[in-house]
């Protein structure tokens, strides 16, 4: 078992940065993918980005890409979202998840999930 919880979600004004974090507790975190998705009201959850094991590799979806970025502190069991330039179609709940199947976009090949941090980007 994997534990996740996020933390630093708000409300902010447009243009505005904000840095989500996810605390990973359980299993050998580094042993683990993981990846930032989102869930606006009425949609589906889709992926934000990823970071492979070691952090050496990220990906990003398209419509954060330059925006976005984000890392993770092995020794700390920790992962981060940083977020720049947010304007108000970012608004949604933010999830971290674990991963240790391929791939980094698909919401089914998590195993472990948090409960989510509300962000809001007021315009």
């Known amino acids: 078992q994997v534990q996740l919880v996020e933390s630093g979600g708000g409300l902010v004004q447009a243009g505005d940065s904000l840095r989500l974090s996810c605390a990973a507790s359980g299993r050998t975190f580094s042993n683990y993918k993981m990846g930032w998705f989102r869930q606006a009201p009425g949609k589906e959850r889709d992926f934000v980005a990823g970071?492979?094991?070691?952090?050496?590799?990220?990906y990003y979806a398209d419509a954060v890409k330059g925006r976005f970025t984000i890392s993770r502190d092995n020794a700390k069991n920790m992962v981060y979202l940083q977020m720049n330039s947010l304007n108000p179609e970012d608004t949604a709940v933010y999830y971290c998840a674990a991963n240790s199947a391929l791939g980094y976009a698909d919401v089914g090949r998590y195993e472990y999930w948090g409960q989510g941090t509300q962000v809001t980007v007021s315009s």
């Open positions: 970071i492979s094991r070691s952090g050496g590799a990220t």
